[in-house]
């Protein structure tokens, strides 16, 4: 069945850094869209960034733009969130997505991917993300 991993979570200060980590298995890793997504206590899932599994098209929240890379790396099957120059209000849980089991075409995954969650059939445990001022 389709698991997907999260890691790399941890409590740093602001300006700081952090790598998240998606293990992804149980279907064919390339042609899908895989995104990352954040929740904050009291606030709706957001999406954080996407990426076309099949072609490396990277797609991110304004929010993010710009101190945010989300990778692929293809023979780990694991999507990476290299998150820099992080801000308090980055806090939140990070949870790591991907749309469906089978493969699905590059049109399907783009900018709008970012605010459809249902979208996405599958979702990880999550790794929290503590930011300090």
């Known amino acids: 069945q389709v698991q997907l991993v999260e890691s790399g979570g941890g409590s740093v200060q602001a300006g700081g850094s952090l790598r998240l980590s998606c293990e992804a298995s149980?279907?064919?890793?390339?042609?899908?869209?895989m995104g990352w997504f954040r929740q904050a206590p009291g606030k709706e899932r957001e999406g954080v960034a996407v990426i076309y599994t099949g072609g490396g098209s990277t797609y991110y929240a304004d929010s993010v733009k710009g101190r945010f890379t989300i990778s692929q790396d293809n023979v780990k099957n694991t999507v990476y969130l290299q998150m820099n120059s992080l801000k308090p209000e980055d806090t939140a849980m990070y949870y790591c997505?991907?749309?469906?089991?089978?493969?699905?075409?590059?049109?399907?995954?783009?900018?709008?991917?970012?605010?459809?969650?249902?979208?996405?059939?599958?979702w990880g445990q999550g790794t929290q993300v503590t930011i300090s001022s």
């Open positions: 149980g279907y064919t890793f390339s042609w899908h869209c």
């Open positions: 997505a991907v749309d469906k089991v089978w493969p699905t075409p590059s049109q399907s995954c783009g900018f709008e991917s970012l605010t459809q969650r249902k979208g996405f059939g599958y």
